[in-house]
């Protein structure tokens, strides 16, 4: 675990990384890859999805981003699978799986 000051400077990062990459219309890493790597070091994906910017490129993001994890959200599947993937080791981990 890290210090207070150091988690909060790394969460700012994090934070400002993401929403600097929302915010460029062609950003040099793919979305899914920030996402995994900031979800991976903060925690929670769900932290930085809560903090999608409302702004036209960001709207564009979520647009192409919907449209990508559709057909996995219908059948049911997460588009995260890191995320789970994730969970369940972390679980195992845990002596409780």
């Not at 900031?38 to 036209?56: E, K, N, Y």
């Not at 559709?70 to 599947?77: A, E, G, K």
């Not at 588009?79 to 981990?93: Q, S």
Request: glycine share 6%; aromatic share 12%; hydrophobic share 45%.
């Amino acid at each position: 675990m890290w210090p207070a000051d150091q988690a909060a400077a790394i969460a700012a990062f994090l934070y400002a990384w993401w929403e600097g990459m929302l915010l460029t219309p062609e950003p040099p890493y793919s979305l899914d890859d920030v996402l995994e790597t900031s979800a991976g070091i903060g925690g929670s994906a769900t932290v930085f999805l809560d903090r999608w910017p409302v702004h036209p490129v960001a709207d564009a993001h979520l647009v192409n981003r919907a449209r990508a994890w559709v057909r996995q959200l219908l059948d049911d599947d997460s588009p995260l699978h890191w995320y789970d993937h994730a969970r369940t080791v972390a679980y195992r981990n845990s002596g409780r799986g």
